[in-house]
């Protein structure tokens, strides 16, 4: 089961990022997304969320706003877009 909580937890700090990564390409003005807005996204309860967002701001991949509202770094953006290829080619690589 621990496995499982450890490839959960990465998963929702990818979705996360991804998020926010999103957020910020498409809304540069407005790159911000709340905690709550980003629990809706995800479709978890907010107090899911905490251990995610604590480990993402300390690794300095987020940052809060005044209002506690979270937006991607370019340390972020940097892990998401080396990352996210690994998991695709791990992926195909996999399937072939």
């Not at 937890?9 to 498409?26: G, P």
């Not at 407005?30 to 907010?46: E, F, I, K, T, Y």
Request: charged letters at 30%; a negative charge; one cysteine or more.
């Amino acid at each position: 089961a621990a496995d499982t909580d450890f490839d959960m937890e990465q998963q929702m700090r990818c979705i996360t990022l991804e998020i926010l990564y999103n957020r910020r390409r498409t809304e540069p003005d407005r790159p911000a997304v709340s905690n709550l807005d980003l629990s809706q996204l995800m479709g978890r309860p907010r107090e899911h969320l905490e251990f995610t967002i604590w480990y993402l701001v300390q690794k300095k991949l987020v940052v809060r706003d005044d209002q506690s509202s979270l937006t991607i770094t370019a340390d972020g953006v940097d892990y998401i877009e080396q990352n996210h290829g690994t998991k695709v080619r791990r992926r195909l690589t996999a399937v072939s």
